[in-house]
């Protein structure tokens, strides 16, 4: 995923006038046992405006992954700390992952991650089929 990451970054800083990036977190809690929290944490950030500062600072600490950790990334983005947390353990985090997994299953999305531009595979990770 670091791989995806970093390629990602370098690609939009290079083409952000030409290419909009639609992303959708598929946690994969059978690999990782952070996975789940931290994409709640995430979209919890993305409610105050910041998801894309707090998914990069996620990877920079993410041999921290964990409850202190989440607090304290979005304390240093000056989220207001009280909806933060409020809305990563809402009932809306959660099933908007609920539906997420439904939907990785239908496709047979297994691992890491899948990048297209212009339709065309850009980078893949382990995928069924």
Known sequence: MRRAHDTVKQFMAKHQD????????????????????AAK???AAGQQ???WEYYSALF????QLGE???????QKLNLN?????????????????????ATR?????RRH????????????GDRAG
């Open 18 to 37: 030409k290419v909009t990036l639609a992303y959708k977190n598929f946690p994969l809690t059978s690999i990782h046992p952070q996975a789940l929290p």
């Open 41 to 43: 944490a995430a979209w």
């Open 49 to 51: 405006g910041k998801f």
């Open 60 to 63: 920079e600490g993410q041999k």
């Open 68 to 74: 202190d950790l989440y607090p304290a990334i979005a």
């Open 81 to 101: 700390l009280d909806k933060f947390n409020t809305d990563r353990n809402s009932q809306s985090a959660g099933s908007r992952y609920s539906k997420r997994r």
């Open 105 to 109: 299953s239908i496709i047979g999305y």
């Open 113 to 124: 991650s899948i990048l297209y531009y212009e339709r065309q595979n850009f980078l893949r």
